[in-house]
């Protein structure tokens, strides 16, 4: 018996770090799960590995910054799955890269990094958490950053999407107490993936989280019912 | 009924005039008392009360055209209207408005986005307006999702965007045009009338099309089979409702399938054919909560199922008169 058996769950970034780690952690414990990303072949490889632990998954390739892709990412997943349980949105951009100071940034930068961080976390959520309100039940994580909160030279641009982000989970987490939906917000910390890589390429790897412990944590998070006081969670 | 003019038919969904989605004005007919009342949709909470059952439908709306090219290489616009699996039953119409109907050749191959294309396998012999096809390639729904427009008719902006046909709680993907009745709910008002004793619950009926481009075919009220399931958490709930309030007409066909009985409702999925007339006396449902639908069509018969109509000629008359706007980005209309 898994702790997540007969739940569904729908990640985003899943061909990759966190996503992927998220992904192995969940079927281990028995979710069916929707997996998106950019790019279709390295989530076909994550599925293979999901399907071997024994539950079902679908792949769907989207930006999640295009308005038609996220509402073709939640009627596939919704489709395939019937109802979603959980959704994590993990997937991000940091607007460009390398990182630029915010006062050398674009505004294209800023635009993209607005879309797939918050309008499509935003988009997305609204599109499964009607089906989780029905239900009484349900549960969304959307991954953010210190940055969100800190300002760090070269992450503004990214920082400034994840502090929308975090409002958009106070307000949802505000609004819907009492409904059996729960709304938070996860920091996993420094990781060791290939975003981290490409915005701090001189990053000490032994300093940084694997992903797969990450995964772990955050597992933890979504099968222990939380206090209101861990809304926005930096994970020990 | 006296006809609906032009201006009172509602272009753009609430949010895009300024409102919130429960800001659109609600008619309050009140059977028992033989009265007309008018509030806002927000104001729902006034009327329902703890122990009343709302019952929403989730079905999900898809893009449900798509435009590809015949066999001559001329365009054509389709519209699937009944989908089993790979054999669907669509319209086919014009690109470009008003979409006149397009004869099609029996034997021909549409050609359409993603790779799809769809073989011409005959007529619904009742309804020759609508296509038998027969997809070849890809998965319909995948491509209808990746590729379709929305349906929009004349009085709508064809440059509405897609997210304005869901209803918050838009689950279950199948609609070919939107359980319109919901959208005016938010999720602001449902959890309200939750926390007064209100139980929300929902079955799901993918609706087809409700025109087929051609007005005289079309005032001959054509319905065609439409998926649907009621599930053992809504039978339940209305076992134990005072009183069953139907958020649009498609829950009304799909509860009214489902009965058994006098507010017996048994869980059932399947296709019904059910047509509700204003002679149909109702089993399961005690309420409606619906849009505005034009005098002619076919969800008009729904409603006078439930309600005389002399009562509802009143409070169509009052509707025309406050300047209430119609279909599916409209006003409300409430029967209890």
């Keep these: 018996m898994g702790s997540l058996d007969g739940q569904a769950a729908l990640i985003t970034g899943a061909s990759r770090g966190l996503g992927r780690a998220l992904a192995l952690s969940f079927a281990r414990e028995g979710a069916v799960l929707a997996l998106c990303g950019r790019r279709i072949a390295p989530l076909e490889e994550v599925a293979a590995e999901v399907c071997a632990a024994g539950v079902r998954a679908v792949v769907i390739s989207a930006d999640l910054g295009v308005a038609r892709d996220v509402e073709r990412v939640a009627a596939t997943a919704l489709d395939h799955l019937g109802a979603v349980d959980i959704l994590v949105n993990n997937a991000s951009d940091l607007g460009t890269v390398p990182l630029a100071h915010l006062t050398d940034a674009s505004s294209e930068a800023l635009q993209r990094a607005l879309d797939v961080n918050v309008l499509g976390p935003f988009r997305l959520t609204r599109a499964v958490i009607g089906g989780m309100l029905l239900r009484g039940r349900g549960l969304v994580v959307n991954i953010t950053s210190d940055a969100a909160v800190e300002g760090y030279p070269g992450w503004g641009v990214y920082g400034a999407s994840k502090a929308a982000l975090e409002g958009l989970t106070r307000s949802w987490a505000a609004e819907l107490e009492g409904s059996g939906v729960r709304v938070i917000a996860v920091d996993p910390g420094d990781m060791d993936t290939d975003m981290h890589r490409a915005a701090d390429p001189d990053a000490d790897p032994a300093t940084l989280r694997r992903p797969g412990d990450v995964a772990e944590s955050i597992l933890r998070l979504v099968v222990t019912p939380q206090p209101a006081t861990r809304l926005v969670a930096a994970l020990p | ?336």
């Design chain 2, 1 to 336: 009924m006296l006809a609906v003019p032009p201006r009172q038919r509602a272009a753009v969904p609430a949010e895009l005039r300024g409102l919130r989605r429960d800001g659109v004005r609600l008619c309050v007919v009140d059977r028992a008392a033989e009265s007309v009342a008018h509030t806002t949709v927000a104001g729902l909470a006034d009327h329902l009360g703890p122990g009343d059952l709302l019952v929403v439908n989730s079905s999900r709306t898809i893009p449900a055209t798509l435009r590809g090219s015949r066999a001559d290489g001329g365009a054509v616009e389709v519209r699937p209207w009944v989908r089993r699996g790979r054999s669907w039953e669509a319209i086919a119409v014009e690109v470009s408005p008003p979409h006149a109907p397009l004869p099609l050749r029996e034997g021909e191959r549409l050609r359409l986005p993603g790779g799809l294309t769809a073989l011409v396998a005959g007529r619904r012999p009742e309804l020759p307006q609508v296509w038998r096809l027969e997809l070849e390639g890809a998965d319909g729904l995948e491509i209808l999702l990746a590729h379709g427009r929305p349906v929009r008719y004349s009085y709508a902006s064809e440059a509405i965007a897609a997210e304005h046909d869901q209803t918050v709680y838009a689950t279950h993907p199948g609609s070919a045009e939107t359980p319109s009745a919901g959208r005016v709910l938010s999720w602001e008002l449902l959890l309200g009338l939750r926390a007064a004793g209100v139980e929300v619950v929902d079955i799901v009926l993918h609706t087809g099309l409700s025109s087929t481009q051609d007005d005289a075919v079309d005032a001959t009220h054509p319905l065609l089979e439409e998926w649907f399931s009621v599930g053992p958490r809504a039978a339940a709930a209305i076992d134990r409702a005072r009183r069953v309030i139907a958020v649009g007409t498609t829950v009304v066909r799909a509860l009214e399938t489902a009965a058994g009985g006098p507010r017996r409702v048994r869980p059932v999925q399947g296709w019904t054919r059910l047509a509700i007339t204003p002679e149909h006396r109702m089993r399961a449902v005690d309420a409606l909560l619906t849009g505005l639908h034009e005098p002619g069509a076919s969800h008009l018969d729904i409603v006078g199922a439930a309600v005389a109509l002399p009562l509802l000629e009143r409070a169509h008359a009052e509707m025309l008169e406050r300047g209430y706007l119609w279909h599916e980005f409209g006003d409300s209309l409430l029967v209890l």
